[in-house]
């Protein structure tokens, strides 16, 4: 059988066989582009590729047609996929003419285009690299960078890069490149060094010829080479030396391979970043910068640099480079591959790191280099050279900033001088293979000698530098790694193809179809040449592949590459295979093991190299033995076994195995053929059709033999053993059995081969492999056949233990007697027993099972990286059963011993480290410590479901444990593996980006006509049913604020009315009706926060704001625009306003928008400008106008729109809050007088943009206490009127908000204001509020107000009517909680009547709600403590309001002391409310609600006229939105009917600001349709006083007390608090009761509530920690005291929490009273129906599809499935 095995070695069969084309050839051809691109190309042909400009039209037209014929290239490489995991297909890149097509696609070819670009002038090169984007340059640690991956294209002049995000970039090259590479760190350049470069003169030093780019914004640097020189000291420099070409470069190890044209030697260099102190030696900045040689390059370099770009030359010109660059920018692409052109807002993004290069274009980078870049005339060499070539760098420029230099080169090899060296010996094809045994080689193929030198090398010990060792040469023409199975193809001289591992050759290849040169030629006479065109053009395959006849039709001899480059081998070797028409010409684009041959008709061919092997268990067994043996001799093993695996017609999957054995038997020195069951291998005909005649000639007659077999066959056993036999008496033949005797005397084995003395090794690794499969289900019968190999083994090597503990295994498998091969004493000796052999057969389940016992026991032996499973068991057995935590660490464990080929411990101390039995932890602890740690090390489910069940029993035991209470922030493959997906689902969409929403509110588009939409279309309609699914409270919401729809205008005619007095009479009810129809989109914006994700191709749908109505009872139109009453004019405005941010806060901060989307809105028509200004606020208010690019930003304030201007400050400042962003404060600076510098011009700001760029500063410099915009809002709020009029009107708005701003910034500071006490704020503002005189302005601004205002007598006292409530609310929010009582007493209401007389009452609710707020902890929800509040003398002297006759009395101002008096409870409510803010606190609400109440009843007082309805309207309104404040998103119904009553009261003092309050409480009250609650930290409360500021304009176009566009801040205090739970299975949103524990405070214990969600939670600081509640659902614990970031991401994403329910019980909505679960149901009744199993019922014990389906179709009794049948037959 040896020789067999000699004879089948030969050769090596590679499969699939196709024709390869290029992918990207057959789609050139149909690009839209290429047809204008030709034309294209004609016109200025002269200039890109005559040598001369004067050569005819003629000449280039040839040229063109020659170039578009060569110019086609391709590279392919291994897929990526867009994840970044493997996948199994190529990609290829190809180049033709402008065109570069990169396309993806199967095994064996490119399928589909990926994306297609075309660009201007043709195509030098294309590649794919990976720049690095660093988060900082300054940190050398690049390990954590995002990588950008991208598709480079160079062209003449640039270089475009364009990544797989869409991002685009273009690089304009400052001088000539040769070529690119890809490198780890970014790109590198090859400058190419025309001939006539004139020599420089001997003071200055060559430019260098290597540059380096590491992002496309980077600049272009040079690259720094580090040789080492004969004396130990390594110089450093520029790479200069142009007879320098790079070959190869390689991105691991980072490596480049240079040839020296000169000396004809290849190096090898180490690439890497350069350190700072090379940096200085190379920019001579440190003192003793190396040689003064060093310090000329370095100035020169840079001074030359500069010295170019001042040429006169107009092509290198810098101006002329950055015109072609934007030529370039446009590149078109094909309209159908979406290739993006560069947007601006992606240029604006992108300031890498602030490089100095911050645009693509940057001038300095052209300047620096722009080295001749096209011209060809040596002129312009002589002037460039001339100005400095005497001068030592004394040209510098004094602002000539050095070029630091990034990347370094190493020296790290050159091959050895040899005496005769040809010139021309570069490296025509460079690469690193791999052998089998993990060794590596760099082999580089130097085609004029055809020789493929490969050299050897090895990472050092601590992995920094590599060790190059020795040069083999194998004579070859071509070659190519085959990269997957770690070997490479060779093309020998002769057009062998070979296969290699290392320098060990494998075997010939042989392809089938194709003919190979020894087998067909070498033994038919050549015939007689004809030249046959056929042969000539490319085949298609079925030619080509056809009867070999038809190939060898000959033709001309062809042509080689180069017929001086032939070797004289060539003809010695088989000089009839040059006859042949198709021979292989080259290999080329390797990729896995998948290569593409070309042969030498110019068709290609792509071949697959076979894998080592393809069953499991052959895989498991090389591996091993691959592990024990030494690396040459299982280099040997693996090539012998390689050549009769891929023998041709190889074997199919199930004879492998015994391939294998035989093989391995044979390399041991079994006689196989001898041996009784490998004698009976059946090969399934796998012997190929050649070698199988030369084994065995086929008799006619048959012999003795043939009946051998047959009595041997297994067939024949079973049928003897059958139990037929013996009822038959048939007698079992003995003949077989004396023919084994026969057999077995003289069975010996052969010592002379390869594994013979390594047979105990191997056995004892099979073994190893043997118990490692016992843990397998799977691979049950991999195991039998591993058993017999080592029965065999273990019999001729006399180990009685393991024969013994097979037969106790497999006791039908393992025979009593078999055949023993004896093995000599005298050979014995050879054998060599590694040291981990043990006469004990390590055993698994024995090891486990004393585990268990607790006996001790010596490590398990483990082969690493083969019997992972092994260790696993080992490991989570001593972790969960032993209890001993240190098992799972990283350190060598005591539990196991690896094995490896040193020598290791004698056995006698391996005995000693027996560990005991100790137990350490709680149990729960360690489940979980081996369920983190299981999936840590990749096990899954599917693992545990194949592991023994005995062995899983501890695992599943801890996973059992783990299910019950698992941590709620552990990540997703934990929960996988404990099997909670409700777990796992969160963990996953916890990584997912916030756009995708899981509850989406998908409402069926087309259901509702256009002129329906109310802008409330988008709401989430599944959970607000189930959070108010009592009532229909959420349609009467919509319905009362909607704005789209005409108003019902319901006059009475009284007969003496006119006609045309009664249509005055209805158009002024209408203009009645329209204050409140236009204070509704405020409310709306509140009721649809965030609840509607955008389409990014359509505009945001903005619901027009509907003035008429319909008159009954025939419905005719009202319009106001008739003519017949007087309309205030720009009464919509502010309304317009409204409705645009009503309808932009409906996008939700988590969409995907971008800068394009938000200017695609903008309205055509100027009429919509307002609602387009309010649109631009909300998307400040909900964070995506940071991506509004900065030039639109300024774009639309140069409009010179007020209401765009105040949108858009507003909403910047808002999106940037708390930041202090630079560009923002300057942004705002323009448009407040006071920032601006004393000298600058008047700029003519409209007052109301100031006052929002005053309340923006306060909003970006929120809670800073930054000491100038302090100081300077603290002079603004006493902002005297100017000498022309020009801060005289609304001068209250713009001191409220200076006050406001203050306040803001520095929120919360209190006393510790830092810096600032010469400021004396505190006393400042106190002056404000009470009045006296106006202190002298100190700071910048003292001259403007020098001289009084000519219109405002105010004399040099404060106006406190204009400062007080600015001045208020700032100390309110400076000392906000601070419980400051000395503060707080300069606040309290004054207790004397005369001094009440100065103050306005409507100050004094400011007043009382500043105070409050400052108490913070004082504040109690009961209505005593708001009566506390009043001063005595009001309390004891205020009428009540019921009361007939008024009580006179002279001293006391009745009218004052009931304001007082309302107004200070209305401030204390107020403070009620922000103390409570969206906490749902019954007691405040039931106290807010007798206030309001009594306020109600007080309106309808007979005597409220001493009051003044309008105060108690204005009070009412405050009391409201406390209460809606305090039960924010509740939906609560009690103040529903409050807000409802008050939007039917349209008539007498009710004007449109009370019903933008009424409107306000009831957008608070289902804030973002129940999902929103109100927070109560301090920039909430700052931003919701700016809000709801208790004085309510009179009409629309009122900002005289208060900018409207502030009631829209109430955003910022909005915060997500609802809790959805959704049920895993059925993703739908369900009912579960939840357990909410809070933190112990100073009013309350620590306490548990139970809630039924969906619900809105309380603030999570308040909380100590969430539960989910059995006994429905898996119980899930969220523990705040760990940190509230979980919960908090739970939030944000629409709340979304996954629940399981348990087998066996309902939904709560589906069974609310628990009576339907599986444990309810005892049957009560002894009848049997009640009793009998109805398939309904197993939804109630599983909610697996399959199992429910199964009973739907299996389990029902069908009536028509019967008759069905019925039918069938009687047809």
């Known amino acids: 059988m040896s020789n067999f095995y000699e004879e089948r070695a030969t050769m090596i069969a590679a499969g699939d066989l196709q024709e390869f084309v290029p992918f990207g050839r057959d789609h050139c051809k149909h690009h839209p582009n290429a047809l204008n691109l030709q034309l294209r190309q004609l016109q200025p042909a002269s200039e890109l590729w005559s040598s001369d400009g004067a050569a005819g039209l003629v000449g280039s037209l040839q040229e063109v047609t020659i170039h578009e014929k060569q110019k086609e290239s391709w590279q392919l490489r291994k897929g990526v996929s867009e994840i970044g995991e493997e996948v199994d297909y190529d990609e290829e890149l190809y180049v033709a003419g402008n065109m570069v097509i990169w396309s993806k696609g199967s095994k064996s070819q490119a399928l589909a285009v990926y994306k297609a670009f075309t660009v201007d002038s043709p195509v030098q090169q294309a590649l794919w690299c990976d720049f690095i984007i660093s988060q900082d340059k300054s940190e050398r640690d690049y390990s954590s960078d995002e990588v950008e991956k991208c598709i480079c294209i160079l062209q003449s002049s640039c270089i475009n890069m364009h990544s797989i995000e869409g991002k685009d970039y273009i690089a304009s090259l400052p001088f000539q490149v040769t070529s690119v590479w890809p490198t780890k760190y970014g790109l590198l350049f090859e400058r190419s060094s025309s001939s006539h470069e004139v020599p420089p003169g001997p003071p200055r030093e060559p430019l260098p010829t290597m540059f380096s780019m590491l992002h496309p914004l980077d600049e272009i640097t040079p690259l720094v080479c580090k040789s080492g020189s004969l004396f130990g000291s390594s110089r450093v420099q520029y790479v200069v030396d142009h007879t320098m070409k790079i070959v190869f470069l390689d991105t691991d190890p980072s490596i480049v391979m240079t040839y020296d044209s000169v000396q004809g030697l290849h190096s090898v260099w180490a690439l890497r970043r350069v350190k700072t102190e090379e940096e200085n030696v190379v920019l001579k900045f440190s003192e003793q910068g190396g040689t003064p040689q060093n310090v000329a390059t370095s100035s020169s370099l840079t001074a030359h640099l500069r010295s170019l770009s001042k040429g006169d030359s107009p092509v290198a010109s810098p101006f002329q480079n950055y015109s072609s660059i934007h030529s370039q920018s446009r590149s078109t692409s094909s309209p159908s591959l979406h290739s993006r052109s560069p947007s601006i807002s992606n240029m604006a993004a992108l300031s890498r790191a602030h490089s100095p290069a911050l645009g693509v274009h940057s001038f300095s980078g052209v300047q620096r280099f722009n080295l001749s870049s096209h011209n060809q005339s040596p002129k312009r060499h002589s002037i460039s050279h ?92 071509d070659a190519a790694p085959v990269e997957k199975i770690d070997t490479m193809l060779v093309l020998e001289g002769s057009g062998n193809l070979v296969l290699y591992t290392g320098v060990v050759r494998v075997g010939k290849v042989f392809i089938p179809g194709l003919p190979a040169p020894s087998l067909t030629m070498s033994n038919t006479m050549p015939r007689p040449s004809t030249p046959l065109d056929s042969v000539s053009t490319p085949n298609p395959l079925s030619k080509l592949l056809g009867s070999l006849d038809e190939a060898v039709l000959l033709s001309p001899v062809p042509e080689l590459r180069d017929s001086s480059k032939l070797h004289d081998s060539l003809y010695n070797e088989d000089c009839t295979f040059q006859q042949l028409g198709t021979y292989i010409h080259s290999i080329r684009d390797p990729v896995c093991n998948r290569v593409t041959l070309e042969l030498s008709n110019g068709s290609m061919v792509r071949i697959t190299i076979p894998e080592i092997a393809t069953s499991e268990l052959v895989q498991t067994c090389l591996q091993a033995i691959k592990f024990i043996l030494p690396k040459e001799i299982a280099v040997q093993m693996l090539v012998k076994w390689y050549s009769v695996h891929s023998a041709p017609g190889g074997p199919s999957y199930h004879s492998e195995w015994n391939l294998f054995v035989t093989c391995l038997m044979n390399m041991m020195g079994y006689n196989t053929d001898r041996l009784a069951w490998t004698r009976n291998f059946d090969f399934e005909g796998s012997l190929s059709p050649v070698i199988a005649p030369k084994k065995a000639r086929p008799s006619e007659t048959g012999s003795d033999d043939d009946w051998e077999y047959l009595l041997n066959s297994d067939y024949h056993q079973n049928v003897e053993s059958h139990l037929l036999n013996r009822s038959l008496c048939l007698s079992p033949l003995e003949v077989s059995q004396v023919k084994d005797e026969d057999f077995s005397r003289n069975l010996s084995l052969d010592s002379s081969t390869l594994l013979f003395t390594h047979i105990p090794a191997v056995f004892f690794v099979l073994h190893l492999v043997y118990e490692e499969l016992k843990l397998n289900t799977l691979m049950g019968e991999g195991i039998r056949s591993l058993v017999e190999l080592l029965v065999q083994l273990a019999r001729d090597l006399k180990l009685e233990a393991y024969v013994d503990h097979y037969y106790r295994d497999y006791p039908a498998l393992v025979r009593t007697t078999g055949q023993v091969c004896t093995v ?334 938000i200017v695609y809105n903008k309205p055509k028509h100027a009429e919509l400008a307002n609602e387009y200004a309010g649109f631009l606020m909300a998307l400040g208010l909900n964070g995506h106008l940071t991506k509004l690019a900065t030039l639109n930003i300024h774009d639309y304030l140069t409009k010179g729109h007020e209401m765009t201007s105040i949108g858009l400050l507003l909403g910047v400042s808002a999106a940037k809050l708390g930041t202090m962003d630079m560009s923002i404060t300057r942004l705002l600076s323009i448009h407040i007088p006071a920032l601006l510098p004393p000298t600058s011009t008047e700029l003519d700001v409209p007052h109301n943009v100031q006052v929002a760029a005053v309340v923006g500063i306060g909003l970006i410099y929120q809670g800073t206490a930054h000491r100038h915009t302090a100081e300077v809002l603290l002079a603004e709020i006493g902002r005297p009127p100017g000498p022309e009029m020009e801060y005289c009107t609304d001068r209250e708005s713009y001191s409220l908000a200076a006050g406001l701003a203050l306040g803001m910034v520095c929120l919360g500071h209190g006393s510790n204001l830092i810096g600032m006490s010469d400021l004396n704020v505190p006393e400042q503002l106190y002056q404000y509020m009470v009045g006296g005189h106006r202190r002298f302005q100190a700071g910048m601004h003292r001259e403007k107000h020098k001289s009084p205002s000519y219109q405002i007598k105010e004399g040099d006292t404060i106006n406190v009517d204009v400062t007080c409530p600015g001045a208020t609310l700032a100390l309110a929010m400076i000392y906000l909680k601070t419980n400051n009582r000395s503060i707080a007493d300069w606040l309290r209401a004054p207790d004397t009547m005369y001094l009440l007389d100065f103050v306005k009452p409507e100050f004094l609710l400011l007043r009382t709600l500043a105070r409050c707020l400052i108490l913070w902890d004082d504040i109690l929800p009961n209505s005593k403590w708001v009566d506390s509040n009043v001063p005595q003398i009001i309390r004891e002297n205020s009428i009540s309001l019921s009361e007939i006759e008024l009580p006179c009395s002279e001293d006391l101002n009745l009218e004052t002391l009931s304001q007082a008096h309302v107004y200070i409870i209305a401030g204390a409510c107020l403070s009620l409310g922000f103390r409570f803010a969206g906490s749902e606190n019954l007691s405040a609400f039931n106290c807010l609600h007798k206030f309001a109440k009594d306020f109600m009843t007080y309106l309808s007082a007979p005597n409220a006229s001493v009051t003044g309805p309008y105060n108690l309207e204005t009070c009412l309104s405050v009391v409201l939105l406390s209460l809606a404040m305090v039960m924010a998103g509740s939906g609560n119904l009690k103040v529903l009917q409050l807000c409802r009553f008050l939007h039917m009261k349209t008539g007498g003092e009710m004007n449109y600001g009370f019903h933008l309050a009424h409107h306000m409480a009831l957008g608070l009250l289902f804030l973002g349709g129940g999902r929103y609650s109100l927070s109560t930290s301090n920039s909430s409360i700052a931003a919701l006083l700016c809000a709801l500021y208790p004085h309510f304009p009179a009409h629309s176009t009122d900002n005289r007390y208060h900018l409207q566009a502030l009631r829209h801040l109430y955003v910022l205090a909005a915060e997500p608090r609802l809790l959805v739970p959704v049920d895993v299975d059925t993703n739908t949103p369900c009912y579960a009761l939840l357990e909410v524990t809070y933190k112990g405070t100073q009013w309350y214990e620590q306490t548990k509530e139970e809630l039924m969600a969906p619900t809105l939670l309380p603030e999570l600081h308040l909380l100590k920690q969430i539960k989910v509640k059995g006994p429905r659902y898996w119980e899930l614990l969220i523990d705040l005291s760990k940190g509230t970031q979980h919960l908090k991401s739970i939030l944000s994403k629409d709340g979304v929490l996954y629940v399981k329910l348990r087998a066996g019980q309902l939904s709560y909505k589906e069974d609310p009273m628990g009576w339907q679960s599986l444990l309810a149901q005892t049957v009560a009744n002894r009848n049997s129906e009640a009793r009998a199993f109805k398939p309904e019922t197993i939804s109630a014990f599983t909610s697996d599809p399959a199992l429910l389906s199964f009973a739907e179709y299996f389990c029902k009794p069908t009536v028509n499935m019967g008759q069905m049948a019925w039918t069938g037959c009687n047809n």
């Not at 052998?435 to 010990?461: H, I, P």
């Not at 056995?907 to 005991?916: C, D, G, M, V």
Request: with cysteine.
């Open 824 to 1157: 000599d004493h005298g050979q014995t000796g050879f054998m060599h027993h590694p040291s981990f052999f043990t006469s004990e057969p390590p055993s698994i389940y024995q090891w486990v099972s004393s585990c268990l016992k607790g006996e001790g026991v010596p490590p398990y032996p483990y082969l690493p990286g083969i019997c992972e499973r092994s260790r696993l068991v080992v490991l989570s057995i001593a972790l969960y059963i032993l209890g001993d935590e240190s098992s799972v660490s990283d350190e060598p464990s005591q539990y196991l011993s690896r094995i490896s080929i040193a020598p290791q411990k004698s056995q006698a101390e391996q005995e000693e480290n027996r560990f005991s039995f100790r137990h350490s932890t709680s149990v729960s602890s360690l489940a979980e410590r081996l369920v983190v740690w299981m999936t840590n090390v990749g096990f899954t489910l599917r693992d545990l479901e194949t592991l023994p069940f005995g062995i899983a029993l501890p695992i599943r035991d801890a996973i059992y444990h783990c299910r019950e209470q698992p941590a709620s922030d552990w990540p997703e493959a934990v929960c996988l593996l404990i099997g909670r997906q409700d777990l796992s689902k969160q963990a996953c969409e916890g990584n997912l980006p916030k756009g995708t929403s899981v509850l989406s509110s998908d409402v069926p588009s087309g259901t509702e006509t256009e002129e329906e939409d109310d802008g409330m279309n988008d709401m989430n309609q599944e959970v607000m049913s189930l959070i108010w699914s009592e009532d229909l409270r959420v349609q009467d919401v919509r319905r009362l604020l909607q704005s789209a729809h005409p108003v019902r205008v319901n006059v009475v005619q009284y007969p003496e009315l006119s006609d045309h007095e009664f249509i005055e009479e209805k158009e002024n009810r209408l203009l009645q009706l329209c204050q409140r129809t236009m204070a509704l989109p405020v409310g709306r914006g509140m009721f649809t926060l965030f609840s509607y994700h955008p389409v990014p191709t359509e505009p945001l749908p903005i619901p027009k704001l509907n003035l008429t109505g319909r008159a009954p009872p025939r419905n005719t139109t009202v319009d106001l625009n008739s003519g017949n009453i007087d309309v205030p004019p720009n009464m919509t405005s502010w309304a317009s306003f409204h409705n645009g941010v009503a309808a932009g806060l409906k996008i939700a901060p988590a969409s995907q928008i971008d800068s394009a989307w």
């Open 386 to 477: 001339s100005p400095n070539s005497n001068s030592n760098g004394s040209f510098l420029a004094p602002e000539t900033e050095p070029i630091v230099p990034e990347l370094c080169i190493d020296h790290l090899w050159t091959e050895t001088i040899t005496n005769i060296r040809e010139k021309n010996s570069q490296a025509s094809k460079v690469f690193i293979t791999s052998d089998l045994c993990g060794q590596k080689f760099l082999c580089f193929l130097v085609e004029s000698q055809l020789q493929l030198r490969c050299v050897k090398f090895q990472e050092s010990n601590d992995k920094t530098q590599l060790i190059f060792g020795s040069v083999t040469n194998i004579q070859a023409k």
